[in-house]
């Protein structure tokens, strides 16, 4: 299995700290993305990024991607209490078949 | 909304029993997955499927099958329960294979194997 790996595994800031995990992997990809996963619930998708784009955004979170150092970074700015969850990177290899995730990061935002 | 539906959140059954777990899409999704999510290991794909009546193993298929008769519904099987697969699992669809392939997921079903 292709995984990801996320760094740290777990992440504990206060509400309007910004939140930065990364996610580093070793086969050459065709895209990478960010899911969320409140505590027991299944996944939600938060962004792709395509392995000839650098950088992405969508509303308080940006996504960049670095090829030539095979890892990608999830910057959540201005937390809230709300964004407390678990954080996993997916990539869908070159060679792959489906997403293979990383074992995410456990993010906490206190108030 | 799009919407993923697991059958059961919750079940719990005894070592050596067959049980099913269902799952349905409304979305028109050609593609259908299934995950196994166990702490300290991440997500693992168990089973997936492309098409109707198609399947194909993923990492972890040893120990269950799958069932695909109607686009809308994909099917885990595990023909004789043991507690090694007491575990979360997750099913999953998408659109399009491969470079647009965002996954959509249920909500979950955990299962605990006496």
């Known amino acids: 299995s292709q995984q990801g790996e996320e760094d740290p595994q777990a992440l504990s800031i206060q509400e309007g700290e910004n939140a930065t995990m990364n996610c580093s992997y070793k086969t050459s990809i065709n895209n990478l993305q960010w899911y969320r996963q409140n505590s027991g619930r299944g996944l939600v998708h938060l962004i792709l990024i395509r392995s000839n784009e650098r950088e992405k955004h969508s509303g308080r979170l940006r996504v960049t991607l670095d090829t030539s150092k095979k890892s990608s970074s999830l910057l959540i700015t201005a937390s809230r209490a709300a964004d407390t969850a678990s954080y996993f990177c997916?990539?869908?290899?070159?060679?792959?078949?489906?997403?293979?995730f990383g074992k995410g990061t456990s993010l906490l935002v206190t108030p | 909304d799009v919407k993923v539906t697991q059958s059961s959140r919750y079940l719990v059954k005894r070592t050596g029993e067959k049980v099913f777990l269902e799952c349905v899409q409304d979305?028109?999704?050609?593609?259908m997955f299934w995950y196994r999510q166990d702490p300290g290991l991440g997500l693992r794909l168990i089973y997936f499927?492309?098409?109707?009546?198609?399947?194909e193993k993923g990492d972890i298929p040893e120990g269950y099958s799958v069932s695909r008769e109607k686009k809308e519904r994909f099917s885990l099987i595990l023909e004789s329960a043991s507690t090694n697969q007491t575990s979360m699992y997750l099913c999953?669809?998408?659109?399009?294979?491969?470079?647009?392939?965002?996954?959509?997921f249920g909500e979950g079903s955990r299962l605990t194997v006496l």
């Open positions: 499927s492309y098409d109707v009546k198609m399947k």
């Open positions: 979305m028109d999704h050609e593609n």
């Open positions: 999953a669809s998408s659109l399009y294979r491969g470079i647009e392939g965002e996954l959509f």
């Open positions: 997916a990539i869908y290899s070159n060679s792959g078949y489906a997403l293979n």
